[in-house]
């Protein structure tokens, strides 16, 4: 096709024509004729001109400014910047210097470049064509960015991985878009790269809205930081029968998708449009819009469907999800689905029967659900974790799949999500607690609520254990065991990620609630908090105020240690009391186990029975199990014990994940050959980080022969693992 040069973006489609693609093709053109010229080494320099605009013939080369700057680079030393588009004088216009000003000075704050005290995105309408066989993606994103500060002229937001064919505002004199209205810096590590869009030729003022538009592909190949997106062969799936597609984008892997303000103090709503092949079906973490009958008669007639949707809710970007694939799904309840695999669907339905009693009770305690929709999306076992609390549509791993119901906790956590982390959200990375720490103490009521008081204490005592161990591995003195961790700009968060904000935050919240009185003090104090901080964003300081204000008649706040609860790593600074009537004997029986082979040299004379265990949840095994784990952190246990446990027990057939995985990491520590095999073929089998992590960890602990195991698995599996379930497993392994 003949192209006209220069042509401005196309429209969005008003039908079914192929005008997007038309589109796409002329940027894709246009950035091919970009890319044909290498910029000149004659660069003007903006330190000789004494202030004045240099000289610079028109042409289709792209500019390279030159700026003195403190983003990446040492000393204030020069760097460069790449400016689209073609070198006519206006684009030495007062925006395109705003632009380049941008990125010369970019630094990220909390893991990205967004300057939110500038200007933030408030919505999105994101356009793109996506296949469930590749991680490649194509397409547009058009933006509404509110102007919070005089005089701005420029946006950041944030990239890795992602080729920007055109980008910039409306030109405010004609109304088209502009296409080279931008300026990439130099991508640094899981950060990546920072990129400025003029917002117009003229300064803008505080409170205007400028709409923005950015034409873009992510890159091919591998991103050794963790590429939202995973493509999965049939091979790889439950099913066996199709290719599959899904996202997961937390903590910073959004701007891997496409080019956005990855940071959750922007919060923005957003409409979307993904194109897939044929006989595939697109999920969101958003409502979907019903068909028209053109779009049902195109999907007839053999063309691409198109799915649309809409969230009307304000969400951060690592929120932002979708799966490409072969779904099916299952009424659950009045407002809730399962979707799954075909050969899935009806275990994840009956696995997942109590979904609707949570939510009632998530409810009744927090406030009315906003979210239209709480659907659930089971994916492959490459899924890195146990739940992620997308809007509308929860991701959950087919490790929760336990036949009895028992590991449905997870998901009363992510509808938990539902109000604090998804309508409340922290404001920082730094403050991930007020997401995860909120969330579990308000799902363990919800489960108080649903199954009583005495599992909401026990799942409180298995938490507190699985807290003790996590500051033993991480160190009591590291910076990632305090409440508040100290993340520097270029820090990647997910390097953070642990169980600290999870039960660390938990353990402060219910001490809160202890010293003002109990639940019937705290639980209104918790859903005004959620009513008041709704949609929007919240540091530890604000709830500090919000907290000392809502009881500042009750002396007792007074001695709260508000800076040691926040800032001093290691174990909480107060002991929490729980009910352990539901507890005891699990503990006892850890301590009898501990202490008939002390030295882990065997016991011939120790016999155990399955009577010992009979009747128990499997909450109670797993806290046998962390408190035999904690006894034995020292000195394992002698292989031929685990032998005995796992008989008469029946851990070895067993078929829950929670108590698989406890189980497994026991034996690999005392070297048992049969724990060895069943630890491979969990690694072989699932991608969950938390198990994988663990027993990865246990294997490298080993004698040479345990850590070769640990290496040649992980290499065997990294390709099939998500991208950032390898990432961590390899710096566990000391690979990365």
Not at 63 to 82: D, F, M, P, S
Not at 104 to 125: F, L, Q
Request: charged share 25%.
């Amino acid at each position: 096709m003949d192209l006209p040069e220069r042509e401005g973006f196309p429209t969005c489609r008003e039908d079914r024509s192929r005008t997007t693609v038309i589109g796409r093709e002329r940027v894709r053109w246009n950035a091919e004729d970009l890319r044909s010229n290498e910029p000149s080494l004659d660069r003007p320099s903006l330190d000789s001109t004494d202030g004045e605009v240099p000289h610079v013939p028109a042409s289709p080369q792209p500019v390279w400014l030159w700026g003195r700057g403190i983003g990446g680079n040492e000393g204030g030393q020069e760097i460069q910047t790449k400016m689209a588009g073609t070198v006519g004088d206006s684009c030495w216009s007062s925006m395109m210097y705003a632009v380049n000003d941008a990125i010369a000075v970019a630094m990220p704050i909390g893991g990205s470049y967004a300057r939110v005290e500038e200007a933030v995105v408030v919505h999105a309408t994101i356009d793109v064509d996506a296949s469930p066989d590749s991680t490649h993606i194509i397409g547009f994103v058009e933006y509404d960015v509110a102007v919070q500060a005089d005089g701005v002229q420029a946006v950041l937001l944030d990239m890795r991985g992602i080729e920007i064919h055109a980008a910039g505002p409306k030109d405010e004199a004609t109304g088209d878009w502009m296409t080279d209205a931008f300026a990439e810096g130099e991508s640094e590590g899981a950060i990546g790269a920072p990129l400025a869009i003029g917002l117009g030729e003229t300064a803008k003022k505080k409170g205007d809205v400028v709409s923005l538009r950015v034409d873009f592909e992510t890159e091919h190949g591998e991103d050794k930081y963790g590429r939202a997106l995973q493509s999965l062969t049939k091979e790889q799936t439950s099913g066996k029968e199709h290719c599959l597609s899904f996202t997961q984008c937390q903590a910073i892997h959004a701007r891997s998708l496409f080019p956005c303000q990855d940071t959750p103090a922007v919060k923005f709503t957003y409409e979307a449009v993904l194109e897939v092949p044929p006989s595939m079906r697109v999920l969101m973490a958003a409502c979907e819009v019903p068909c028209t009958e053109d779009e049902i008669q195109f999907r007839k007639d053999g063309g691409n469907p198109r799915y649309d949707f809409v969230q009307k809710v304000p969400v951060p970007a690592y929120l932002f999800a979708f799966a490409v694939g072969n779904f099916e799904s299952r009424e659950i309840g009045p407002r809730t689905r399962v979707w799954a695999e075909p050969n899935m669907v009806d275990a994840a339905a009956l696995e997942f029967a109590d979904t609707n009693k949570f939510l009632e009770a998530a409810e009744s305690l927090a406030g009315p659900y906003r979210w239209g929709r709480y659907d659930l999306l089971l994916l492959p076992p490459s899924f890195p974790y146990g739940g992620m609390e997308n809007p509308c549509l929860t991701f959950v791993t087919p490790t929760l799949i336990a036949g009895d119901g028992s590991l449905a906790h997870v998901i009363a956590h992510e509808i938990a999500h539902s109000w604090t982390g998804n309508l409340v959200t922290n404001k920082g990375w730094e403050h991930f607690w007020l997401n995860e720490g909120w969330t579990v103490f308000l799902e363990r009521k919800i489960l108080g609520r649903v199954y009583g008081e005495e599992i909401l204490q026990l799942h409180a005592i298995a938490g507190h254990e699985e807290l003790c161990e996590e500051v033993r591995r991480i160190g009591p003195t590291h910076k990632f065991t305090a409440l508040i961790p100290k993340l520097k700009g270029f820090d990647d968060p997910d390097d953070a990620f642990s169980k600290i904000p999870y039960e660390k935050g938990f353990h402060f919240l219910y001490f809160l609630q202890e010293l003002v009185g109990g639940p019937a003090q705290f639980e209104p104090f918790m859903r005004d908090y959620i009513q008041h901080f709704a949609l929007s964003t919240v540091d530890s300081y604000q709830f500090k105020a919000y907290f000392v204000q809502y009881f500042k008649s009750n002396p007792k706040i007074s001695s709260v240690e508000w800076e040691k609860w926040f800032h001093s790593p290691g174990m909480p600074v107060h002991e929490n009391h729980y009910d352990h009537s539901l507890a005891e004997a699990a503990r006892a029986l850890a301590t009898d186990w501990h202490s008939v082979d002390p030295l882990g040299i065997g016991n011939d004379e120790f016999h155990p029975s399955f009577s010992d265990i009979e009747g128990w949840s499997v909450h109670q095994l797993i806290v046998f199990l962390d408190r035999l784990i904690a006894l034995r952190a020292l000195k394992p246990l002698h292989s031929s014990m685990v032998e005995k446990l796992g008989e008469a027990y029946k851990f070895f057939e067993s078929g829950n994940s929670e108590i698989k995985g406890r189980f497994l990491r026991l034996g690999v520590l005392a070297g048992n050959a049969r724990c060895y095999d069943g630890a491979v073929s969990m690694l072989n089998e699932q991608g969950r980080m938390k198990f994988l992590r663990p027993l990865y960890r246990a294997l490298n602990q080993g004698d040479s022969q345990a850590r070769q195991l640990a290496k040649s698995t992980f290499q065997e599996n990294k390709s099939r693992y998500h991208p950032i379930a390898a990432k961590m497993v390899g710096a566990d392994l000391g690979l990365e």
